[in-house]
């Protein structure tokens, strides 16, 4: 049926978790775009004189963006 599919829609129980790799694609793009949410704590302390309303708001987009892609 799935002849033309990648090995984990051909056998979905043997997908990534079979694999001995840790990272997605190599360590620092893991950091860069996995781990984003870590940039905005020294964002909001480098613009200290942001609006706590603004920050609030940046940070629940930033959320929503993450928990839906």
Same mark, same amino acid.
């Given at each position: 049926? =799935? $002849?033309? !599919? @990648?090995?984990?829609?051909? &056998?979905? *129980?043997?997908?990534? !978790? #079979?694999? #001995?790799?840790?990272?997605? &694609?190599? =360590?620092?793009?893991? +950091? /860069?775009?996995?781990?984003?949410?870590?940039? +905005?704590?020294? *964002? /909001? *302390? =480098? =613009?200290? &004189?942001?609006?706590?309303?603004?920050? !609030? !708001? /940046?940070? +629940?987009?930033?959320? @929503? $963006?993450?928990?839906?892609?």
């Amino acid at each position: 049926m =799935f $002849h033309n !599919a @990648g090995p984990i829609v051909q &056998n979905p *129980l043997s997908g990534p !978790a #079979d694999s #001995d790799k840790f990272w997605i &694609n190599g =360590f620092s793009w893991d +950091l /860069v775009w996995i781990f984003s949410g870590i940039w +905005l704590f020294p *964002l /909001v *302390l =480098f =613009f200290e &004189n942001l609006n706590p309303i603004y920050a !609030a !708001a /940046v940070f +629940l987009f930033w959320i @929503g $963006h993450r928990i839906s892609s």
